[in-house]
């Protein structure tokens, strides 16, 4: 892992965003970079947002750079400065870095703030061509990610999820837990579920990853993750997602949003190929 990106705002949200992100790059060695966007509708460019940012604005990035740069054992922490819609900037940015996953900060369902967080954190998940992770600004977390959790589905998307929670697993010393959610009583169903599951705990076994396999009837699907999450202790949910529903999948379009708006631990989140 290289390039890291943290969508910034100076909410409380960001702030904790970027705390997480530290401890993600300080395992990975990686670069961090935050990136605030100017989202008035003014006609300045890009060139000119340094210039025309406000002196305490300045200051505060100073500030920020000052403290986090020293708690960045290798690699360099900068900011990036654009000007357009949150969302698809942090994207463009995302692709010009090659950035290998991206922090943003959630304040869940509740909850109102003056930054642009809050009513973007969705879009950035949808938009962004990289891994992105959600993180609420009341989590606490430790120094260590211990358990990710990773629901199992019927569609084949859901195996997307393990190459990269295999890297954060094997980075962390992380257990993971492969959660399959029984939601239909077709045998074909149901096997192809357990298959996903079976296959996935051999690509861990194979790595060395310790993880668990539970197995559960679930008629609520987000309420069964958020449960079983809770139960575990877990430090990460690992869910695909996309801009659109796909057909069978229960954690692509509003089901990915139900549990990035009501988890309250980080959600890390891929688009499906």
């Known amino acids: 892992m290289k390039q890291i ?3 910034f705002d100076f909410s409380k949200n960001a702030v904790k965003a970027l705390d997480y992100a530290l401890l993600v790059a300080n395992k990975t060695g990686a670069n961090l970079s935050l990136v605030w966007v100017d989202n008035t509708s003014t006609p300045d460019s890009e060139l000119n947002i340094q210039q025309e940012l406000r002196i305490e604005t300045k200051k505060y990035f100073d500030d920020i750079l000052a403290k986090y740069q020293p708690r960045l054992l290798k690699g360099k922490l900068d900011v990036i400065l654009r000007k357009g819609k949150v969302y698809s900037e942090l994207a463009m940015v995302a692709r010009k870095t ?3 996953i991206l922090f943003t900060g959630t304040h869940g ?7 642009w967080i809050g009513s973007n954190a969705y879009r950035i998940v949808t938009n962004s061509p990289c891994p992105v992770i959600t993180i609420r600004g009341e989590y606490e977390f430790d120094s260590e990610i211990k358990r990710i959790l990773l629901p199992i ?3 084949p998307e ?5 190459p990269f929670a295999c890297k954060l697993a094997k980075y962390f010393g ?8 029984y939601n239909s009583s077709l045998t074909v169903i149901r096997n192809r579920m357990k298959s996903y599951a079976d296959e996935a705990a051999n690509c861990f076994g194979e790595k060395n990853i310790k993880h668990v396999i539970k197995e559960i009837e679930a ?8 449960s079983y999450a809770d139960e575990i202790n877990a430090d990460l949910i690992s869910i695909m997602t996309e801009q659109s529903t796909t057909t069978g999948s229960k954690f692509l379009g509003p089901y990915a949003q139900q549990l990035i708006n009501n988890s309250l631990v980080p959600v890390l989140c891929l688009q499906s190929k």
């Open 219 to 226: 008629d609520k699907i987000v309420t069964t993750v958020l």
């Open 174 to 181: 992380a257990e993971v837990h492969l959660l399959v959610l």
């Open 5 to 7: 990106l943290v969508a």
């Open 98 to 100: 090659e950035a290998d």
């Open 153 to 155: 589905d019927s569609t």
């Open 109 to 115: 369902v509740s909850g109102y703030e003056q930054y």
């Open 158 to 162: 859901t195996k997307q999820k393990l």
